[in-house]
């Protein structure tokens, strides 16, 4: 399967993340709840991919002669923090007047775009990066999964790669494993060694120490959201990827569509962060790892402030937030 997710014989086609990188295996989802639950488990998961599955949701729904704005309330809300999620339903949602037909001719046109789209920002972001860094070959830091896995079928943040590696300029990428489901670990580790690029990975502690021992060149993620200002939402552990980084004078490149751009959204405060269940982190395998009685903060992301970033940069070049709201003001 060349894209992460696809349309094929009246059914919604995704590579099962869950199941990497033991097996490769292929779901087909025929119903509206098969794909909820799909992007609640995170079978299917990155912002890009998610945009992707919200338009195809409501072509299923539509072919299936369902209650489609409400089947397309139910996709919307399956995640709250990516953005694009929504951006595909209401995008595919503008067709319905014109027939199932329609909207999934433009569900199929997102998907297409997808590819491009992040094709471009990564290109883009490829030449900031070798502006940023003089050394070559260069090491990357990774955080989450920001590549194929993450989007319709090329890569926001680790495009970039795909990019330098075609030139010979990527010595190694460390890839942080990406707590609490380890998306670094399985996803990107599994997709560097597909394509042959050096990789080492790394727990999320270990970031701040590799960079002090001069290993990381610049810091590559993607993104959930961005605010008009710039903010970010990413992955947990993103924020404090990017302190590190600035305290280190190591550059910190945000790469993502320009559909995961909030103009709505004034700043990163206003974004809805998803709380995963306490059992993520406090079993392993179905074994408690914990005191039965402890209490558990498990967020799945959190917002990097626009200052700590060198740059983000989307289909379009480097993203120029909107004029900052000044913060903590007094009422």
């Not at 990428?173 to 690029?197: C, I, S, Y």
């Not at 103009?263 to 039965?292: C, F, M, Q």
């Not at 967020?299 to 983000?312: K, S």
């Amino acid at each position: 399967m060349r894209r992460t997710i696809d349309w094929a014989d009246g059914a919604i086609v995704v590579i099962d993340q869950t199941a990497l990188p033991g097996e490769y295996r292929l779901l087909e989802l025929r119903t509206v709840g098969e794909l909820v639950d799909a992007v609640k488990r995170l079978a299917v998961r990155g912002a890009p991919a998610l945009g992707a599955a919200g338009a195809l949701g409501v072509a299923l729904s539509a072919r299936l002669d369902s209650d489609v704005r409400r089947d397309a309330e139910l996709i919307a809300h399956a995640r709250p923090t990516a953005v694009n999620l929504a951006w595909g339903v209401e995008r595919a949602l503008g067709k319905l007047g014109q027939g199932e037909d329609a909207v999934l001719a433009e569900a199929l046109a997102l998907l297409d775009e997808d590819e491009l789209l992040n094709k471009a920002a990564s290109k883009h972001a490829a030449e900031i990066v070798l502006a940023e860094c003089p050394r070559r070959p260069l090491r990357l830091l990774s955080h989450c999964n920001a590549g194929r896995l993450a989007t319709v079928g090329w890569g926001s943040a680790l495009g970039v790669v795909w990019h330098l590696h075609e030139r010979g300029l990527v010595e190694e990428v460390l890839v942080d494993e990406t707590r609490p489901l380890l998306q670094g670990a399985r996803l990107t580790a599994w997709e560097l060694a597909q394509e042959k690029v050096p990789y080492r990975v790394q727990p999320d502690g270990a970031a701040a120490a590799a960079m002090a021992r001069g290993m990381v060149d610049c810091v590559l993620v993607g993104a959930d959201r961005i605010a008009a200002n710039g903010d970010v939402a990413n992955k947990i552990g993103t924020y404090g990827l990017a302190i590190a980084a600035r305290h280190h004078e190591i550059p910190f490149v945000v790469v993502a569509p320009s559909s995961t751009v909030d103009s709505k959204l004034a700043d990163g405060a206003g974004i809805a962060i998803e709380e995963r269940d306490a059992r993520e982190l406090t079993g392993y395998a179905g074994v408690p790892i914990t005191p039965p009685d402890a209490r558990v903060f498990n967020p799945a992301f959190d917002v990097t402030p626009f200052e700590l970033v060198t740059a983000v940069v989307t289909e379009h070049g480097r993203f120029s937030p909107a004029e900052r709201p000044a913060r903590h003001q007094q009422p």
